[in-house]
């Protein structure tokens, strides 16, 4: 078992930044790769940014890349998503997933999930 926990959300202005942390405890974090996913009101889960147990490999989607950056640290057991030019489409609460499979940008590759933080981007 994995346990995720995010931190790190909260309300920001337009064009304002943040920085998302996912704290995982329970099995080697080192061994999982890490996603961030996103769900606003009234819309479907979606694929935010994903990397490699190794951070050799980094995916974002369209909508964020450029902006977003995510990251990790396998000392600290911790990954990062770091959100710059936040816009008001950006408005969500945030999830971090962590799978045994290669980082990818579907929720199915993903074991285990935190509870979420809020992120809220006013204009």
């Known amino acids: 078992q994995v346990q995720l926990v995010e931190s790190g959300g909260g309300m920001v202005q337009t064009g304002g930044s943040l920085r998302l942390s996912c704290a995982a405890s329970?099995?080697?974090?080192?061994?999982?790769?890490m996603g961030w996913f996103r769900q606003a009101p009234g819309k479907e889960r979606e694929f935010v940014a994903a990397?490699?147990?190794?951070?050799?490999?980094?995916y974002y989607a369209d909508s964020v890349k450029g902006r977003f950056t995510i990251s990790r640290d396998n000392a600290k057991n911790t990954a990062y998503l770091q959100m710059n030019s936040l816009k008001p489409e950006d408005t969500a609460v945030y999830y971090c997933?962590?799978?045994?499979?290669?980082?990818?940008?579907?929720?199915?590759?993903?074991?285990?999930w935190g509870q979420g933080t809020q992120v809220t981007v006013s204009s």
């Open positions: 329970g099995r080697t974090f080192v061994r999982y790769s």
């Open positions: 997933a962590a799978g045994s499979r290669s980082p990818s940008y579907n929720d199915i590759a993903y074991d285990y």
């Open positions: 990397i490699s147990w190794s951070s050799g490999m980094t």
